[in-house]
């Protein structure tokens, strides 16, 4: 049974610096893309980062680019993001992903495995 397990999220001002983690079980976590995705009330799920397994390249949305930073341990089957700079924009439920694609794919439903996500609040 694979289990994505996010955890990090909490509330901090703007301008502060949060990390999330993933774990994740069940699954054969190297041969994954990983990415980040975020929702905030009313909106739909949005693409934040991701990090193919080895050999990809890395990519990130406008929004967070030069402030959040993915990285993975693939030790320790577990994926992390790095906020820093933090906006109120940025207040969401963020959620970790698995693709066992390595096809650098942005889209959400595109995507196998989800965590329960992990609430972000920034306040101004």
């Known amino acids: 049974q694979v289990q994505l397990v996010e955890s990090g999220g909490g509330l901090v001002q703007a301008g502060g610096s949060l990390r999330l983690s993933c774990a994740a079980s069940g699954l054969a976590f190297s041969l994954y893309t990983m990415g980040w995705f975020r929702q905030a009330p009313g909106k739909e799920r949005e693409f934040v980062a991701i990090m193919p397994r080895i050999g990809g390249i890395t990519y990130y949305a406008d929004s967070v680019k030069g402030r959040f930073t993915i990285s993975r341990d693939n030790a320790k089957n577990t994926v992390y993001l790095q906020m820093n700079s933090l906006k109120p924009e940025d207040t969401a439920v963020y959620y970790c992903?698995?693709?066992?694609?390595?096809?650098?794919?942005?889209?959400?439903?595109?995507?196998?495995?989800w965590g329960q996500g992990t609430q972000v609040t920034v306040s101004s």
């Open positions: 992903a698995a693709d066992s694609t390595n096809w650098g794919r942005t889209t959400p439903n595109q995507y196998d495995y």
